[in-house]
């Protein structure tokens, strides 16, 4: 190995492919290979929102076994209600969570005997399910997309190989591994088909492939209901990249290779599920369901999906080789000193496609993209759209349009807004509700033709999806003159515009 090192724990170019000769970067201990695509730049700019995180996310392997101690405590208990008040651990609002997925794994890995296996763990995250297999007696790899997350699983989980990249184009040889995991994960990633065509790819003849706890829908289920869905969950408005992928995203794969696997599938949940006496219920027990016969009602319901598969016989899959290199993660990884550097680079990299968005768009208009960033379903409300305690918007100008105004509306007294233009503070509203503060950003520190982030915060409102969401309306780009770009009245009212932040025009304070 050879290459520049830097101080900052980022090693360039160290790592080298025997086979092609390509260099990989190194990050924080933590080998990547492979780099980040344009495609990638939602789950860049959630990772981008975390940085304060980095370092405290507290999970270890004594934290990890406690949990599988409680949940076998809990599994075992005949009155888990009485189980809970005795054990302050089970009170935690994370058992649900962590117990559906401890039923699922233990029952799809009951009949395995994993003493000796090399395991992947896609997704791996902190490391949580990496070493509950290595609990099992595996020798595990995991695979995460996170440096951040990457970083705290090599430092705390040592036994376990840590290798940074992409699910869809994995880094290893065919018939690596006997066993791959997936849980919890499959329902982040862009290229589900891609993901399981590659989990194949790396098992050695039957080895086995599980995935637990992904939600679903129905294959008739259109975009816009998943962005109902989401339009109230405070998660992805705060820029976690769930989906809740069709069915037949889960299933293409397994369908064009079926004479080559032996398939299980499992629902933890199934709305819509058949009775058989011409009805339907919502199943919440974890139920085996035959693929063959009843893949397409599945693709006609939704719920959560686990399955089990065995790779009964060799497939000659080729690897998928990445072919969208925008950003390598040295250079990523260089850019999370902090949130305002991060988003600064990365609003730069932001595709064309997502810069400078019609605001606020036509009544129900979305697109994923504005939900991670904030900004909940514009609504019947002509001119005027909400945001979930932040809103970003990612936006360009030309060399005449020397600054940015809107309007902002709080929805109780005494909320505090403040303004961000990439990632640094410049503005700071005092607002009082139902009342609409006028806001005018100078821009003339933003070069003409280069993305930068406008950000709008608010303090206070807790996690209720309506008390902590604020509204804006009529948003626009002005020439030095005051004129408007798009041709709102508003913003055609240049005696206005000089007069807004005169105290007199409003009780409403605006601090710079």
């Known amino acids: 190995m050879d290459g520049a090192f830097d101080a900052s724990g980022v090693s360039r170019g160290m790592l080298v ?80 969570n962590r117990y559906g997925e401890w039923v699922e794994i233990a029952a799809l890995t009951k009949d395995l005997d994993m003493r000796g296996w090399r395991v992947l763990d896609l997704g791996a995250g902190l490391g949580f399910d990496a070493h509950r297999l290595s609990l099992k007696g595996a020798t595990v790899t995991a695979l995460e997309f996170s440096p951040l ?55 050695r003849p039957g080895g086995v492939l599980i995935t637990t706890c992904d939600s679903f829908r129905s294959d008739a289920a259109d975009e816009l209901w998943e962005a109902r869905i989401f339009d109230r969950d405070p998660a992805v408005l705060q820029g976690v990249n769930e989906r809740v992928p ?14 080559h696997l032996k398939i299980e599938v499992y629902t933890h949940t ?152 990439d990632g640094k503070s410049t503005a700071t509203i005092m607002g009082e509700a139902g009342r609409w503060v006028p806001v005018r950003i100078d821009l003339l520190s933003c070069n003409p033709g280069v993305t930068f982030a406008v950000e709008i915060r608010m303090e206070g409102g807790g996690d209720d999806i309506e008390a902590a969401s604020f509204e804006v309306q009529n948003r626009r780009l002005e020439t030095g003159q005051g004129a408007s770009t798009d041709g709102t009245l508003l913003s055609r009212l240049t005696g206005r515009l000089v007069g807004w932040l005169a105290p007199s025009t409003s009780p409403l304070r605006l601090q710079p």
Not at 246 to 259: G, P
Not at 399 to 414: D, K, M, N, Y
């Open 246 to 259: 069709r069915f037949t995203e889960f299933a293409s794969t397994l369908e064009r290779y079926r004479e």
């Open 17 to 96: 492919c025997a086979g092609c000769g390509a260099r990989f970067d190194k990050v924080w201990g933590v080998p990547f290979l492979g780099n980040y695509g344009s495609s990638e730049i939602l789950g860049l700019i959630e990772i981008a929102a975390n940085i304060e995180n980095r370092g405290r996310f507290g999970v270890t392997p004594a934290v990890v076994e406690q949990w599988e101690r409680v949940l076998e405590r809990y599994h075992a208990a005949a009155d888990k209600t009485a189980f809970i008040r005795s054990e302050p651990a089970a009170q935690s609002p994370f058992l649900a």
């Open 270 to 421: 199934l709305f819509d599920a058949p009775t058989g006496k011409g009805k339907s219920t919502t199943l919440t027990c974890f139920t085996p369901w035959d693929f063959e016969h009843e893949r397409a009602m599945l693709a006609a319901r939704g719920g959560s999906l686990a399955f089990k598969i065995v790779l009964e016989r060799p497939i000659d899959l080729s690897p998928r080789l990445q072919s969208d290199d925008m950003l390598a993660p040295a250079d990523f990884a260089e850019m999370l000193h902090d949130q305002p550097t991060a988003l600064a680079h990365l609003a730069a990299l932001v595709p064309k496609p997502y810069v400078n968005l019609p605001f606020p768009g036509r009544d129900g208009a979305w697109s994923k993209f504005e939900l991670l960033n904030g900004w909940r379903l514009a609504g019947a409300r002509a001119g005027s759209r909400r945001a979930y305690k932040r809103g970003r918007w990612f936006l360009s100008r030309s060399p005449e349009q020397t600054s940015l105004s809107f309007e902002v509306r709080v929805p109780s007294q005494g909320r505090t807004l403040t303004i961000l233009l």
């Open 149 to 203: 997350l990457a970083e705290w699983g090599a430092a705390n989980f040592p036994a376990i190989r840590w290798i940074g990249g992409l699910s869809d184009a994995l880094p290893f040889r065919a018939g690596s591994f006997d066993a791959v995991f997936c849980n919890a994960a499959l329902h982040h990633m862009r290229d589900i088909p891609a993901v399981f065509q590659e989990a194949l790819r790396v098992l």
